[in-house]
């Protein structure tokens, strides 16, 4: 899970209206680059800006720690490789094709944009336990970026923290 950068796309329409409403001038945007399990659940959040690339093989793909936890690590890195090798493949034969073979772990990368108050409404829902992990970690980044610049905004936005959660308990 990666965000790669946190911007700011301002629309000055004059002195104005900036005085007037600073806050809704500016439209805060991620750089992202996370797992396609996680992105479905995420991109589901239609009053965002959605900028996809392509799903490839070149973002690498994702290895939850419970791989590790339960003693699948080899075997996990080794299915990988055989998925990547038959991508690689069919993608020189016909191009574009290989994505089919691609799974859920896969990183992607896109841009999304939202206005604050739906990023408040993203960071408090999509971090909460009982979600997906990679998206809750999205979630809270994007807070923690926001909260940055801006604190007085940002302490009101109810984030869950991101400490160990039992499955069970969730």
Known sequence: MRIFKFSYLVN???????????????IPTFDICMDVGGFRDLHR?????????????????????????????????????????????????YPGVGEYLLPQATRRRFLMKMSPWELQYVSELRSKPQGHFSYREIAFKMWELFNKKHPDWGKHIKVTSLE?????KR
């Open 164 to 168: 160990k959660v039992d499955f069970f």
């Open 45 to 93: 959040h239609r009053n965002c800006i959605q900028i996809l690339k392509p799903v490839t093989g070149d973002y690498g793909y994702d290895i939850p720690k419970e791989i590790g936890e339960v003693g699948v690590l080899k075997e996990y890195k080794d299915l990988m490789a055989k998925v990547w090798s038959a991508y690689e493949n069919i993608e020189k034969k």
């Open 12 to 26: 000055i329409r004059g002195k104005i209206a900036v005085r007037k409403n600073k806050i809704s001038l500016f």
